[in-house]
């Protein structure tokens, strides 16, 4: 079994910065993408950023420029340093991890963490 939970989420004046955390745990043989997406209310769940187990990032034009997603191989942990916060970027944010276990094979599998909200206002 593996586990995602998600840290860091608050409430932040237009113009700030949040770092969110999400620590992956449990029965991992390997990580390989990890993601933060986020679900605003009334929409659907986006892409926010991604990095592959080598570094290699991709993000969201909107949110381009202002954050940043990093990893921590070594601790299973995925982080989103958001700055420069708009009211727009108010959302549940989510992270994932595509990940490979043994079963008595080498599985892959999405997992979620649980979400964190972060609201952006004055």
């Known amino acids: 079994q593996v586990q995602l939970v998600e840290s860091g989420g608050g409430l932040v004046q237009p113009g700030g910065s949040l770092r969110l955390s999400c620590a992956a745990s449990?029965?991992?043989?390997?990580?390989?993408?990890m993601s933060w997406y986020r679900q605003a209310p009334g929409k659907e769940r986006e892409l926010v950023a991604d990095?592959?187990?080598?570094?290699?990032?991709n993000y969201q034009h909107s949110v381009q420029g202002r954050f940043t997603i990093s990893r921590d191989n070594a601790k299973n942990t995925v982080y989103l340093q958001m700055n420069s916060l708009k009211p727009e970027d108010t959302a549940v944010y989510y992270c994932?991890?595509?990940?490979?276990?043994?079963?008595?094979?080498?599985?892959?599998?999405?997992?979620w963490g649980q979400g964190t909200q972060v609201t952006v206002s004055s």
């Open positions: 994932s991890a595509r990940v490979v276990t043994f079963k008595g094979y080498f599985y892959e599998q999405d997992y």
């Open positions: 990095i592959t187990s080598a570094g290699s990032t």
């Open positions: 449990g029965s991992i043989l390997r990580i390989n993408a």
